[in-house]
């Protein structure tokens, strides 16, 4: 059995068993990693709290010939994240970066950008930038680094620059980008999109990490964005992820409005 060692997030995890934790990682060097951690879930276990959701930590584990799941070794923590865990809305917002990370990437695919984007995710969310930027921000990249990008220059159809003037546009998931308003083909799947979003993320995605985190956007122009960014998660996923259900449920409890995804 291979021992393999790489810098991982924990980005899910489970009971299994008696004693026993399933733990979802997405690794630096490997991509997504499913594991079995043996007697994680005893008192006295050797993995202490290392295994708590988006601990950034040094795994090491092996691989298995008889199943996809690994054994997971030892998990060293280098960050606990531990401030994202203890406040709802970041924890919330960075839940649902990784349930969409996890859904949308497979098993042993190695992406280094994506696991850079996860870290750089998670550490915005300990500072007191507002957690909907920092998961909006996260799945703009993401997708991108996923092999989604969405064609958003001009219309995927006729070929006219975006964005429409005044017009607005729909984004049409099938056709993989931006269609002006008379190509558009009503029922199609993809979301209706004004001018001004379709010009606001454009610029999102021009600009550094930071600056994109700092930017200022009209309330109702960031909500607009964030839900074409929702609806193409959902898109890509099949279905809605559990997460935006659970944040929608405890904003409706809280009674907090907007600030999507
Ligand atoms: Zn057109």
Redesign the pocket.
């Known amino acids: 059995m291979p021992l393999r060692k790489t810098q991982a997030v924990v980005i899910g995890r489970m009971a299994l068993g008696e004693s026993d934790r399933l733990v979802t990682f997405y690794a630096r060097d490997c991509g997504k990693v499913r594991g079995v951690a043996k007697g994680a879930r005893r008192p006295r276990s050797r993995f202490g709290s290392g295994l708590e959701l988006f601990t950034q930590g040094q795994l090491l584990f092996f691989e298995t010939e008889r199943s996809d799941l690994a054994r997971v070794d030892s998990f060293d923590i280098l960050h606990s994240f531990q401030s994202v865990r203890e406040n709802l809305e970041r924890l919330m917002y960075g839940s649902w970066a990784v349930e969409c990370l996890g859904r949308l990437s497979a098993d042993r695919d190695p992406n280094p950008a994506l696991y850079g984007l996860l870290l750089r995710t998670l550490k915005a969310l300990e500072t007191p930038c507002r957690p909907p930027r920092a998961a909006f921000c996260f799945a703009l990249r993401a997708v991108d680094l996923l092999g989604h990008r969405l064609r958003l220059d001009r219309?995927?159809?006729?070929?006219?620059p975006s964005p429409f003037g005044s017009k607005s546009?729909r984004l049409d998931f099938t056709a993989g980008g931006l269609?002006?308003?008379?190509?558009?083909t009503y029922g199609s799947d993809g979301v209706d999109l004004s001018g001004l979003a379709v010009g606001g993320l454009r610029r999102l995605r021009t600009l550094s990490w930071d600056e994109a985190l700092r930017a200022v956007l009209p309330p109702a122009l960031e909500v607009e964005m964030a839900g074409v960014l929702e609806a193409q998660m959902a898109r890509l996923i099949g279905q809605v992820p559990r997460t935006t259900r659970f944040r929608t449920q405890a904003r409706r409890a809280l009674g907090v409005n907007g600030g999507s995804p």
Do not use: H, N, R, W
């Open positions: 219309c995927l159809k006729c070929g006219t546009g269609v002006c308003e008379p190509c558009a």
